[in-house]
């Protein structure tokens, strides 16, 4: 059980995962526009994937995107309110690595059916985040339970 | 750059059905819900004796931010009331349990009366003044004695 002890233990600014969301949400809808027989959306989408694969094994403080957060933004920005868990954001991570994949094989197979959805769906799910707040692993952690024991 | 046109109609679909499907979550989440009418919940499912006046069942599951911040306030007001007893189930480890009230997403916080039916339900971080609204009208007297 996931258990609130973001505050106490290893706290990080909520605020950082968020533009961390901002930018990845820029960068997939480039990707997008792109396409994908472009080289700059073949290597936005690649650089893409890699950005998630760093976060989902270090954690969002060690996230790339988090250092440019500390260097450009939270210098003009006051404390944070509350911090919290890194567990969520990291498993946000890992959802949009399987996604970021997913596009590449769609690239590499030339399905690019596969390749627009799953960008779309990474693209949704940052936006969403960025501007909305929204929590993905309390979306579809059940969801996924609920498919696999069908 | 060439514009990929089939890549910019996917970004416009999925822009406009984001924010579409997140006013809509925003309007719900938070309010009171009527209850749905599965059947009571007896003590020994919830792992806590029902209260005298209701019990708030929270329902959470890993990697849920807004858990938390609901656990906080949802103790608060039962350490403000009588009579209100509260629980936590990891929908994770409890999953038929789950399945079975029609449980999505989490937060959800299922406000039972003192037979364990369930009157009421909030997704997402219930508003302050919703769960107090539903134990008021499990308990009218307490309003009166302010």
Do not use: K
């Amino acid at each position: 059980m996931s258990a609130d002890h973001g505050s106490a233990v290893g706290g990080v600014d909520p605020r950082g995962s968020r533009f961390g969301a901002a930018i990845t949400t820029v960068v997939l809808a480039v990707v997008l526009v792109a396409g994908p027989d472009s080289p700059l959306g073949i290597v936005l989408v690649i650089f893409q994937a890699v950005m998630f694969a760093v976060g989902a094994l270090l954690g969002p403080r060690r996230h790339p995107y988090a250092f440019v957060f500390r260097a450009l933004v939270r210098p003009r920005l006051g404390p944070p309110g509350d911090l919290e868990d890194p567990a969520p954001p990291r498993f946000a991570q890992v959802v949009g690595l399987v996604f970021a994949v997913i596009a590449i094989v769609g690239v590499v197979a030339a399905w690019s059916g596969l390749f627009y959805a799953a960008v779309a769906l990474a693209f949704a799910a940052a936006l969403l985040n960025a501007a909305f707040g929204f929590c993905l692993g309390c979306e579809v952690y059940l969801l996924v339970r609920r498919g696999a024991t069908r | 750059m060439a514009v990929d046109s089939v890549g910019l109609a996917t970004l416009l679909v999925a822009s406009v059905g984001a924010i579409t499907w997140a006013i809509w979550r925003r309007r719900r989440d938070g309010r009171l819900r009527p209850g749905s009418h599965r059947g009571a919940l007896a003590s020994d499912e919830l792992g806590v004796p029902l209260g005298e006046v209701a019990t708030l069942v929270q329902f959470s599951t890993p990697y849920c931010q807004p858990c938390g911040p609901t656990r906080r306030m949802l103790a608060e007001i039962c350490a403000e009331a009588t009579g209100v007893a509260r629980v936590e189930i990891n929908a994770a480890d409890q999953f038929e349990l789950a399945r079975r009230l029609g449980i999505r997403r989490t937060p959800t916080v299922l406000v039972l009366d003192s037979a364990g039916r369930e009157r009421a339900r909030v997704s997402g971080v219930p508003a302050r003044d919703a769960i107090v609204a539903a134990l008021r009208l499990l308990q009218p007297a307490l309003s009166d004695e302010r």
